[in-house]
């Protein structure tokens, strides 16, 4: 499973990362979390509100940061 943070590095992308490698943690999941922050890339995938998260290519959260529940149930899915 691949996990992208979509976002500049803000304050909130900081903590949307950190609630995702929680959320991993707590599923055991095989996952590889990568930060995506050229803006370009961002757009180019349509997103216009950061952070977003992609799952495995697919756009999955725009402009919000998710508590960890949240995640484990967005992942285990």
């Given at each position: 499973?691949?996990?992208?943070?979509?976002?500049?590095?803000?304050?909130?992308?900081?903590?949307?990362?950190?609630?995702?490698?929680?959320?991993?943690?707590?599923?055991?999941?095989?996952?590889?979390?990568?930060?995506?922050?050229?803006?370009?890339?961002?757009?180019?995938r349509?997103?216009?509100?950061?952070?977003?998260?992609?799952?495995?290519?697919?756009?999955?959260?725009?402009?919000?940061?998710?508590?960890?529940?949240?995640?484990?149930?967005?992942l285990?899915?």
């Amino acid at each position: 499973m691949k996990i992208e943070i979509l976002g500049t590095g803000c304050p909130k992308c900081q903590t949307l990362a950190e609630n995702v490698t929680g959320a991993v943690r707590k599923l055991g999941l095989d996952a590889e979390i990568v930060k995506v922050t050229d803006i370009v890339e961002i757009a180019e995938r349509g997103v216009m509100m950061t952070p977003a998260l992609a799952v495995d290519g697919e756009i999955k959260l725009v402009g919000k940061v998710a508590a960890v529940e949240e995640l484990e149930g967005l992942l285990a899915s």
